[in-house]
């Protein structure tokens, strides 16, 4: 009893860290020794399913916010910047050219 505690505490901190491979055959395994039936296995993979799904979610908006975070305090220029600093050229290149002082190089 006590290894299936155990497994299922480690499924759940571990969730977002493994593979589903992984959490699925924990899964089954953890359905199977508390003997449910195939309809309850079923629900509870799938309830790890959406659990293991979330966790990922979650866990790559944190790494992506934690990456942004890290280049910008590392003074990166990020793909965004670029964007917003073409723009910024291609909105002066028509004010100078609609003002009639459009240079010659």
């Known amino acids: 009893m006590f290894d299936l505690v155990r497994k299922s505490m480690l499924a759940g901190v571990g969730l977002a860290l ?50 942004k975070d890290l280049l910008k305090k590392a003074d990166v220029v990020t793909q965004d910047d670029l964007k917003g600093l073409k723009k910024e050229i291609r909105d002066l290149k028509k004010l100078i050219s609609s003002q009639g002082g459009e240079e010659k190089p």
């Open 18 to 67: 493994k593979a589903w491979d992984e959490v699925e055959d924990l899964a089954k395994e953890v359905a199977e020794q508390s003997k449910m039936t195939e309809k309850e296995g079923r629900k509870f993979i799938d309830e790890i399913q959406d659990r293991y799904e979330d966790a990922q979610k979650k866990l790559e908006e944190r790494v992506e916010k934690s990456v």
